[in-house]
């Protein structure tokens, strides 16, 4: 549902406060911040890559999210192929899975797709930090064969503490499960401090990451995976009978980006947070008229309001689908429905765009809840 709403309402002209990225980098701004010069992309040779990824992105990934061991990175065309190549590989029919409320479409597909048995992480366990200790040690049991969670959480913006980490990964280890760990928007935390990859010191896990999120560049279409290797080597075959390999120009654009990390989602996360400050005001404000209530976002630049009158109501799905589309029409401002995350009385709400674009797309969303309010 995810990408087909975007597909029939994300157009010109619209304030779209959806988004669970940052707002993307230009050209220009990318080859000022990166220094990509005209003769670096001249000297490009537009041949072949190979099905892992070519040595200088691969190393540049490695650097930063694989303790320097660029063997255990795969790159890909954005994570969603990451995903689709290792947990196609990963996982068998009769696979007992346990897999995070509410996660990326993808992520929770692939298990199902496969036949496996899945089970779920209510996303009532997780709060202040950590997994209910409890329900960690109920659903992750001796032959549970892979844990699928997304931390910083998308849409909710909930996450794990550094105490929260270390328990989760000390049970996947203690039970032999493979930790499945999707980290798009780690590097934006607000809670605590940014979570190191879990993958980063080898062990049973693998990791997402991509440059479509933080480092505000989706239309690069760049992931990885961080895994162990024989897990890499075993998703060639597949991928040589399908994408085979990423461009050198755009790897030669990846490998610079990585290497520009900290400029690049630095800048994207100061703007976030200044949005993240107002976004906290007016939902104080709104909150107090009865007409949304929140739980703040620990990570990422997203979030999962609530529509009180869709909730008090008892609503279904349909109805905040409704809610967006009339949104959409009378103000020109996108929500994503909370029905593509398994929420019926909410939406994705996104803070990572331009201020001011931001700011109107708060005040269509104000203008027309007010309208909708209690007695009305």
Same mark, same amino acid.
């Given at each position: 549902?995810?990408?087909?709403? #975007?597909?029939?309402?994300?157009?010109?002209?619209?304030?779209?406060?959806?988004?669970?990225?940052?707002?993307? #980098?230009?050209?220009?701004?990318?080859?000022?911040?990166?220094?990509?010069?005209?003769?670096?992309?001249?000297?490009?040779?537009?041949?072949?890559?190979?099905?892992?990824?070519g040595?200088?992105? &691969?190393?540049?990934?490695?650097?930063? #999210?694989?303790?320097?061991?660029?063997?255990?990175?795969?790159?890909?065309?954005?994570s969603?192929?990451?995903?689709? !190549?290792?947990l196609g590989?990963?996982?068998?029919?009769?696979?007992?899975?346990?897999?995070?409320?509410?996660?990326?479409?993808?992520?929770?597909?692939y298990p199902?797709?496969?036949?496996?048995?899945?089970?779920?992480? @209510?996303?009532t366990?997780?709060?202040?930090?950590?997994?209910?200790?409890?329900?960690?040690?109920?659903?992750?049991?001796?032959?549970?064969?892979?844990?699928?969670? $997304?931390?910083?959480?998308?849409?909710?913006?909930?996450?794990?503490?550094p105490?929260?980490?270390?328990?989760?990964?000390?049970?996947?280890a203690?039970?032999?499960?493979?930790?499945?760990?999707?980290?798009?928007?780690?590097?934006?935390?607000?809670?605590?401090?940014?979570?190191?990859? @879990?993958?980063?010191?080898?062990?049973?896990?693998?990791? #997402?990451?991509?440059?479509?999120?933080?480092?505000?560049? +989706?239309?690069?279409?760049?992931?990885?995976?961080?895994?162990?290797?024989? !897990?890499?080597?075993?998703?060639?075959?597949?991928?040589? &009978?399908?994408?085979?390999?990423?461009?050198?120009?755009?790897?030669?654009?990846?490998? &610079?980006?990585?290497?520009a990390?900290?400029?690049?989602?630095?800048?994207?996360?100061?703007?976030?947070?200044r $949005?993240?400050a107002?976004?906290?005001?007016?939902?104080?404000?709104?909150?107090?008229?009865?007409?949304?209530?929140?739980?703040? +976002?620990?990570?990422?630049?997203?979030?999962?309001?609530?529509?009180?009158?869709?909730?008090?109501?008892?609503?279904? @799905?349909?109805?905040?689908?409704?809610?967006?589309?009339?949104?959409?029409?009378?103000? &020109?401002?996108?929500?994503?429905?909370?029905?593509a995350?398994?929420?019926?009385?909410?939406?994705?709400?996104?803070?990572?765009?331009?201020?001011?674009?931001?700011?109107?797309?708060?005040?269509?969303?104000?203008?027309?809840?007010?309208?909708?309010?209690?007695?009305?």
């Open positions: 549902m995810l990408e087909e709403w #975007y597909r029939r309402h994300l157009g010109p002209d619209i304030h779209d406060i959806s988004s669970s990225g940052v707002h993307p #980098y230009t050209f220009a701004e990318i080859r000022d911040l990166c220094r990509i010069s005209a003769a670096d992309l001249d000297e490009i040779v537009m041949d072949d890559s190979v099905s892992q990824g040595a200088g992105i &691969r190393e540049a990934i490695a650097d930063r #999210y694989a303790g320097g061991d660029a063997d255990r990175v795969l790159v890909t065309h954005g969603s192929e990451a995903i689709a !190549l290792t590989t990963l996982l068998h029919p009769g696979d007992r899975v346990v897999v995070q409320e509410g996660i990326y479409h993808s992520l929770g597909h199902r797709a496969a036949g496996c048995e899945v089970v779920t992480l @209510p996303a366990a997780v709060r202040d930090g950590e997994i209910d200790p409890e329900v960690l040690t109920a659903l992750v049991t001796p032959g549970t064969a892979a844990v699928i969670v $997304n931390f910083p959480h998308n849409p909710s913006g909930v996450s794990l503490s105490q929260g980490l270390k328990a989760l990964t000390e049970r996947t203690a039970t032999g499960a493979t930790l499945v760990w999707d980290a798009a928007t780690a590097e934006i935390a607000h809670r605590w401090e940014v979570l190191p990859d @879990p993958g980063a010191d080898g062990g049973d896990t693998v990791s #997402y990451g991509t440059f479509s999120k933080t480092f505000g560049l +989706p239309g690069l279409r760049v992931g990885w995976a961080v895994a162990p290797q024989p !897990l890499l080597t075993a998703t060639f075959p597949l991928r040589d &009978r399908t994408t085979l390999f990423l461009s050198p120009l755009v790897e030669l654009i990846a490998e &610079r980006a990585m290497r990390a900290d400029a690049l989602i630095g800048a994207r996360a100061a703007e976030a947070r $949005n993240l107002h976004l906290t005001e007016w939902m104080a404000e709104h909150e107090a008229l009865g007409l949304v209530r929140w739980t703040p +976002p620990e990570g990422g630049v997203c979030a999962l309001p609530v529509f009180r009158e869709l909730e008090r109501a008892g609503a279904g @799905p349909e109805a905040v689908e409704r809610f967006c589309l009339e949104l959409l029409d009378r103000h &020109r401002t996108l929500l994503v429905p909370g029905t995350f398994g929420a019926p009385h909410g939406a994705r709400l996104g803070f990572g765009g331009p201020e001011e674009a931001f700011r109107a797309g708060l005040d269509g969303l104000s203008a027309f809840l007010r309208t909708r309010g209690p007695g009305r």
